[in-house]
């Protein structure tokens, strides 16, 4: 099983690295910025860690008072994104990193995000590692910004936990690993990691009464003392 797991991350890894130039263009702006520009709000200040960072659209609330670091498993991704911090005139030191083996002492972060990035791990323990990293490297009282697919989102209704999203590019199509999770189901897992979960809520731009259909689960979690 481990080694099948390994395999579809280098898998998944050169699919990112493939779709890195057009994710640039496409994901040039964060869907997530009101929700992250309250959060920069609320930490104020302090050393946040941004995980599966991409090209880095989301540390754009937090330029101002922040000491930024992200990781992300894709080189090139990484290479986009500091292509947009040159663009936007901020710094960031980026890594090269899996979130399960995290290249930092514990509590080394104040504040941590992690945008559509844990849906694309295999397997139950792996994901559980992920949170548990997460967890080792955020300080007492630390909070983190968690966000993944809704498995009961609309279009996913009769479909497996886990899919193959198509991305295109020219005449060739490439299929991304997504997990699709349950609000109850992320809950447990944070829970499971030591975590408190704060507030559990759909993305800002989901309108309807019923959380449970939402496209994204965002979860605000916090490290305990």
Known sequence: MKENNIKGDRVTRDIFNQIAP????????????SELEVLAQRWQ??????LGCAHGADFLPFMQSFDLCGVDFSIEMLRFARKYSQKFNFTANLAVADVR??????????????????????GEDEKRAALSELRRVLKPGGEAFITVWNRWQPRFWFKPREVAVPWRIKDKMLYRYYYLFSYSELERLVK??????LKSFPESS??????????????LVRKGD
Request: charged share 20%; hydrophobic share 40%.
């Open 22 to 33: 057009g994710w640039y263009n496409f994901r040039h702006w964060s869907i997530f910025r």
């Open 45 to 50: 200040k302090g050393r946040l860690l941004n």
């Open 101 to 122: 083996y995290l290249p930092y002492p514990d509590e080394t972060f104040d504040r941590a995000i992690s945008i559509a990035t844990y849906h694309h791990i295999e």
């Open 192 to 197: 499971r990691a030591g975590f408190e979960v």
């Open 206 to 219: 989901y309108s309807f009464p019923l959380k449970a259909f939402s496209r994204n689960i965002c979860l």
